[in-house]
């Protein structure tokens, strides 16, 4: 088994969050004093930090706004829709023996919720909100040292650069997935591991030797 363990971002990787998010931000947007996302398409084509910038999120505000936003977005937890193709792959790699877990920026009982209402709740041995946009590095080095587990047996799922800048600064494997929040040209200059374009090319990935 070339990854004993695969850790999954959430939204837009495991979670078709992309078009409830837009629906959330917007609505909120007026309140905070920021600019609605009017491009979808411009908006999936920047790296995240340029992103905000343009929305008008200065970096000591974040933390309120990412609060706000994940406020609004817990509402509708238990009504959001997986990407077709992913429940069959979480449970494949799940029958396979592959331990698998959740690192997202969302709040934990909003992820679970999800997961819950979709039947693959319990694929997960665990489920890790953390609560900072930028730094999963920290929370990937955790989760090596409690699984105690080397870098090499580490494969971690995302749709973001953020994702990925995360990733190579722990120097685990990453697959960059196309169907979320950012697009492929995007994630496909950005070094990960692998490039996927549809959910069961995962179990393609971990049948490697």
């Known amino acids: ?13 495991l979670a078709d969050s992309l078009g409830p998010a837009l629906e959330v931000f917007n609505r909120i947007a007026q309140g905070l004093g920021l600019r609605p996302i009017a491009d979808v398409e411009a908006a999936r084509a920047m790296p995240t930090r340029q992103l905000l910038r343009q929305l008008g999120v200065r970096f000591w505000r974040l933390p309120r706004v990412v609060r706000a936003f994940q406020a609004a977005a817990a509402e509708h937890a238990d009504r959001l829709r997986l990407h077709d193709g992913v429940t ?5 790699l799940s029958a396979r023996g592959h331990r ?17 209402a979709n039947g693959i709740e319990g694929a ?6 953390y609560p900072k946009l930028f730094g999963k590095a920290k ?4 989760i090596l040292k409690q699984e105690k587990l080397d870098r090499g047996g580490l494969l971690f799922v995302g749709d973001e650069l953020r994702d990925l800048e995360a990733g190579r600064k722990v120097k685990v494997s990453t697959a960059a ?3 979320g929040f950012q697009a492929e040209p995007l994630l ?3 070094g990960a591991t692998y490039l996927v374009r549809r959910p069961d090319e995962l179990l393609a990935i971990t049948d490697l030797s």
């Open 1 to 13: 088994m070339r990854y004993p363990l695969i850790v999954f971002d959430f939204d837009g990787t």
């Open 88 to 92: 069959g792959v979480v449970r494949g």
């Open 100 to 116: 698998l877990g959740v690192l997202s920026s969302n709040r934990e009982e909003t992820i679970r919720a999800c997961l819950r």
């Open 124 to 129: 997960f041995a665990f489920v890790i909100g």
């Open 139 to 142: 929370a990937l080095r955790r």
């Open 177 to 179: 997935v196309t169907w």
């Open 188 to 190: 496909r200059d950005a």
